[in-house]
């Protein structure tokens, strides 16, 4: 954000750390406005009206943002397009629950820690945006898709509960049938074994939601951007 942003927080006495409504005018919400420049409970939809994010510096050049790529994609916006702020009070969360946008997520050999570094670089979340993280040179694109205790909550120097989903593209393994109206082969010494259909009992390859302790893992970050 720029320099006078700055300024007019600091006579408003707002609290700290600085938490803020961003929002596409053009969704009919409200707020002080500035050119976006280049930077990089339900189902996380196209597009946002609005999110919640902090701040990471006050250098920009007047008039002027900078964000990462996919807080312009959660709100639709495109570089040169006018965005809204306006400074907001969030409670602290205890619950979150996020989806991985694609099964590569799962290859990676320590998801929790990952996800645990990650989050200490936002301040906020949003229920129906997602955020995008790096890892081993590759992005992973996550919805926030529940949380508690409210629709927007801050996560500075919180204990926060974590749950995941499965991602959007996983597809539950089929098991193979078995042709039940076949004949069977008995023998003289005795009948045919069970089939195996019958003593295998039936598995999830990857349940509805695995549990995640990521408690005491968010840390204090004032002077980062979040999502």
């Known amino acids: 954000l720029p320099p006078s942003a700055l300024d007019a927080l600091a006579s408003l006495r707002i609290q700290y750390p600085m938490l803020f409504e961003i929002s596409n005018p053009r969704s009919g919400t409200s707020g002080s406005a500035a050119p976006v420049g280049s930077g990089s409970e339900s189902t996380a939809p196209d597009s946002l009206h609005a999110f919640h994010c902090g701040v990471l510096e006050f250098v920009a050049d007047e008039g002027m943002v900078y964000m990462p790529y996919w807080m312009m994609q959660n709100l639709s916006l495109s570089e040169g397009d006018v965005v809204q702020f306006k400074s907001a009070s969030l409670p602290k969360g205890t619950y979150v629950k996020l989806q991985p946008h694609t099964s590569t997520f799962l290859d990676i050999s320590n998801p929790k820690a990952v996800l645990e570094r990650s989050l200490r670089t936002f301040t906020c979340l949003t ?61 003289a010494s005795g009948p045919a074994p069970a089939s195996s259909s019958e003593s295998e009992p039936k598995t999830s390859a990857f349940p509805p939601t695995s549990r995640l302790n990521a408690s005491a893992s968010v840390c204090r970050h004032q002077n980062r951007t979040s999502g």
């Open 127 to 187: 229920v129906g945006q997602f955020f995008r993280i790096s890892y081993n040179d590759r992005t992973y694109d996550i919805d926030v898709i529940e949380l508690k205790p409210s629709s927007a909550v801050s996560i500075v120097e919180t204990d926060c509960e974590v749950d995941f989903a499965a991602p959007l593209d996983y597809v539950e393994p089929t098991r193979p049938t078995t042709n039940t109206s076949a004949s069977i082969p008995t023998s």
